[in-house]
Structures are given as structure tokens and as C-alpha cells.
Antibody
């Protein structure tokens, strides 16, 4: 079955760019009509949707982060990626990648990766 | 943006209890409402999609109902493994997707 796995640095300095990759295994990222999303969760808080990408490269972002976010896809590597620029301590969170399934529910999630923004 | 409000924020209950969690949307979202369960240190897990459809593999003691702006998640008979935090999420056509603030279900 399809599984997702996030990877990337666990520590990023303020004002720098956070970069994460989600690797899809057990199936092709291009099969089916799915969007692929990034979601984050600060410690002890709720979930915030960051954005999504279709395998064609079409993207949608949360307006609250839109000026700093870029999501891209590499179908040859079965991966999609997140870049968040000009990070501050407020961007410290667990970052999840997820598949957007039927009726746009997040039906498959990665295990999450903790990213801390600190000098 | 569509705001999602869950109630209560926390809830104490006992094994075997029937529990209901409510989610209200700031505007009509038809049946574009999904429910997730999250345990500490784990990713959320999809329980219910499209307001009332049970995700494959989820026990039948979980059920969802509602449409428009008001929705409920019901657990018919609480099991020890059900103590967790529950989130609703709207997936209506208007982005961004948004989540409720969560309901923490604790053991009484």
C-alpha cells in the first residue's frame, strides 16, 4: 500500500529556508487523480494546512503562508517537496505530508518530521 | 476562509460510554467534512470522510452525521484505544482547507 515518508533537516536558522521532501512508496505519485499536501502542527497545537500540488505541477497554497511557500513535485523520484522561506520561531512544528483522497480527505499521512527554527 | 469550531475542547469519559463531538462551520460546507483521530506522537488518522462515510478499516463504533454547518462524530461504546484527540476538517471547494481546534478525549 502507499506510504509517505518526510525527510529533511530538523534544525533551521531564523531567516533561512526550510526544505523538506516527501517520498511516496508502494505506488506511483502520478497514478490516480490525487493532490499531495503539506500540513504542520506546532507542539501542543492544532493542524494547519500549508498547500497542495497535483502531479501536473499545479499548486494551491494557504493564503497565510503563500508569500513564503513553494511546493514542487518530481515524478521521476516519486517525491514532492516543500520550501518555506524566511522562517521564524513561529514556523517550529511537526511537518506532515499527506495524500488528498476522495472528497479531499487526507487519507494517507507520513509519520511527520519535527523542524525547529533556532540559531 | 471557513472557520471550524469544535466542542467541547476536552471531554472526560469512561470505557463503554457513548460520546459525541460537535463541529460547526462558519458557512455551509454541504457534506465536505472529515474527521481524524490523533494519538500522542503520531500522525492523524482518517476516520470519517464526506461527513458520514467510514474509512476502510475503521471500527463501526465510529459514526458521523450532519450537513451544511453542523456535524457530529459519535463513538458508540468507548474503547481504551479511543482516548485521543479528534479533529474535524472541511474540504469544501473554497480553499484553504481548515481544521477544528481539536477535542481531547480523556479517561475519566
Amino acid at each position: 500500500q502507499v506510504q509517505l515518508q518526510e525527510s529533511g533537516p530538523g534544525l533551521v536558522k531564523p531567516s533561512q529556508t526550510l526544505s523538506l521532501t516527501c517520498t511516496v512508496s508502494g505506488g506511483s505519485i502520478s497514478s490516480g487523480s490525487y493532490y499531495w499536501s503539506w500540513i504542520r502542527q506546532p507542539a501542543g497545537k492544532g493542524l494547519e494546512w500549508i498547500g497542495r500540488i497535483y502531479t501536473s505541477g499545479s499548486t494551491n497554497y494557504n493564503p497565510s503562508l503563500k508569500s513564503r511557500v513553494t511546493i514542487s513535485v518530481d515524478t521521476s523520484k516519486n517525491q514532492f517537496s516543500l520550501k518555506l522561506s524566511s522562517v521564524t520561531a513561529a514556523d517550529t512544528a511537526v511537518y506532515y505530508c499527506a495524500r488528498v483522497g476522495f472528497r479531499e480527505a487526507f487519507d494517507i499521512w507520513g509519520q511527520g518530521t519535527m523542524v525547529t527554527v533556532s540559531s | 476562509d471557513i472557520q471550524m469550531t469544535q466542542s467541547p475542547s476536552s471531554l472526560s469519559a469512561s470505557v463503554g460510554d457513548r460520546v459525541t463531538i460537535t463541529c460547526r462551520a462558519s458557512q455551509s460546507i454541504s457534506s465536505y467534512l472529515n474527521w481524524y483521530q490523533q494519538k500522542p506522537g503520531k500522525a492523524p488518522k482518517l476516520l470519517i470522510y464526506a461527513a458520514s462515510s467510514l474509512q476502510s478499516g475503521v471500527p463501526s463504533r465510529f459514526s458521523g452525521s450532519g450537513s451544511g454547518t453542523d456535524f457530529t462524530l459519535t463513538i458508540s461504546s468507548l474503547q481504551p484505544e479511543d482516548f485521543a484527540t479528534y479533529y474535524c476538517q472541511q474540504s469544501y471547494s473554497t480553499l484553504p482547507y481548515s481544521f477544528g481546534q481539536g477535542t481531547k478525549l480523556e479517561i475519566k
